[in-house]
């Protein structure tokens, strides 16, 4: 059997996340995103001074299972990293029972560590992850859960423990018992601020 070629890595990769609903097929058209997310991500930029000449954009998308998702434009994969474009894209329904201003900023500083870890890769490096974000159930747990610390050492630890709590609170089934065994609980993610802030006390 002949090896696979990275041109059909890439395609495959491309397959896959068509396949799986995380393609900007999802993605509603360019609206004027709410003020309230533009504030939160502007806030969150700021902890953020990396992405500093990163063009990121929020979109409207249409999602069961997740109110936010970060992605780079998949066209822009191969281009440099301070070529692309990346997009935070979210659920419009989350305004209508939003969370706090402070959740928002959470949940953006969390978005905005998937995207600095794009930033790091090239095009097949993101395909690579891709592939294993959809494919290994390990891996996408230790990545969603390595980001949530991103915001918390970027000191967004109450805002992402608000937003979580809110999100809780709206999910059911099978996208509540994902949500609950991915991603930092409110209670680990408060335990975390308090044990910092203890250990600065004491320091």
Do not use: N
């Amino acid at each position: 059997m002949r090896l696979i070629e990275q041109s059909d890595t890439v395609r495959f990769a491309a397959a896959l996340l068509l396949a799986a609903g995380c393609s900007p097929r999802r993605a509603g058209p360019a609206v004027e995103p709410p003020a309230a997310l533009v504030s939160a991500l502007a806030s969150a930029r700021e902890a953020y001074p990396e992405l500093a000449a990163a063009r990121v954009e929020l979109r409207e998308m249409r999602a069961e299972q997740f109110f936010f998702m970060a992605q780079p434009e998949w066209r822009h994969a191969f281009r440099r990293s301070g070529a692309r474009t990346y997009r935070i894209s979210y659920d419009p329904a989350v305004l209508a029972d939003g969370p706090s201003a402070e959740a928002l900023a959470g949940v953006m500083a969390h978005e905005l560590g998937h995207i600095l870890e794009y930033a790091r890769l090239g095009g097949l490096g993101l395909a690579d992850f891709g592939l294993r974000y959809l494919c290994v159930r390990e891996f996408r747990i230790a990545h969603e859960r390595d980001t949530d610390f991103e915001a918390l050492v970027r000191g967004f630890g109450p805002g992402l423990a608000a937003y979580e709590r809110w999100a809780l609170g709206r999910l059911s089934g099978a996208a509540l018992r994902v949500k609950r065994e991915t991603y930092l609980s409110p209670e680990e993610i408060e335990a975390w601020v308090r044990d910092k802030s203890e250990a600065q006390a004491g320091g």
